[in-house]
């Protein structure tokens, strides 16, 4: 079984901190995914991977960068946080066969709070 | 516009009831198209991809209509452990996914 890990299911951060959300996949997928989902709103794409070290950006990337110095890792860094970054963070990966994009497997989430 | 659009929900629907839920999406270049179930409080979760020819699997029918821009799910003889939020995935040719915002479906007894 495919099995994305995240850092932390839980975190409180204080509003101007850096925060470091960690993702890890085992199954050797080419794209990795960061996803905020909020009431409302649903989920919405932050970055996402290709490749090591190869990032482009979502639909919200404001306020976010990302690091893949690994094939199975893909971090998510809040430069100073914010408390409109509250929320649940997912991440995703998923893999390429045969060009075609195929369905991503997600990890638990992560809820942030920043205070 | 949203660039993949559901049905607003939510579905309130018996055991045994057949229900259907709609998504249609904007992006003209999209590749690739699934169905995600998510329950409360926990990550999305594949249900089933959409295949331009439409796919079955047990009680759950996908169909994909790429001239309307639209897709479908069916879920026929409901279960009490069908409720759950079922979202539309859409990835363009370039890898990138856009998620509608989810139907909700309780099945009531």
């Known amino acids: 079984d495919v099995k994305v890990t995240q850092s932390s299911r839980y975190l409180v951060k204080r509003t101007g901190e850096k925060v470091f959300l960690e993702c890890v996949q085992d199954?050797?997928?080419?794209?990795m995914f960061w996803y905020r989902q909020d009431p409302g709103l649903g989920l919405r794409l932050i970055y996402f991977s290709y490749d090591v070290k190869m990032k482009e950006k979502g639909d919200i990337p404001e306020g976010y960068s990302v690091s893949r110095e690994k094939k199975e890792r893909f971090s998510l860094i809040l430069e100073s946080a914010s408390t409109n970054q509250t929320s649940m963070y997912l991440c995703?990966?998923?893999?390429?066969?045969?060009?075609?994009?195929?369905?991503?497997?997600f990890g638990p989430g992560t809820r942030l709070t920043v205070l | 516009r949203k660039e993949v659009e559901q049905d607003p929900g939510p579905f309130n629907v018996p055991e045994g009831a057949t229900v259907a839920f709609n998504c249609t999406y904007s992006?003209?270049?999209?590749?690739?198209f699934f169905w995600y179930r998510q329950d409360c409080r926990k990550e999305p979760k594949l249900l089933m991809s959409v295949y331009s020819s439409g796919n079955e699997d047990g009680r759950f029918t996908a169909q994909l209509n790429r001239a309307s821009q639209y897709i479908s799910l069916l879920i026929r003889d409901s279960k009490l452990s069908d409720s759950a939020t079922y979202l539309c995935v859409v990835t363009t040719n370039a890898g990138k996914s856009t998620f509608g915002d989810g139907t909700t479906l309780t099945v009531k007894p």
């Open positions: 199954m050797d997928h080419e794209n």
């Open positions: 992006n003209s270049a999209s590749q690739s």
């Open positions: 995703a990966s998923s893999p390429v066969r045969g060009g075609q994009y195929n369905e991503q497997f």
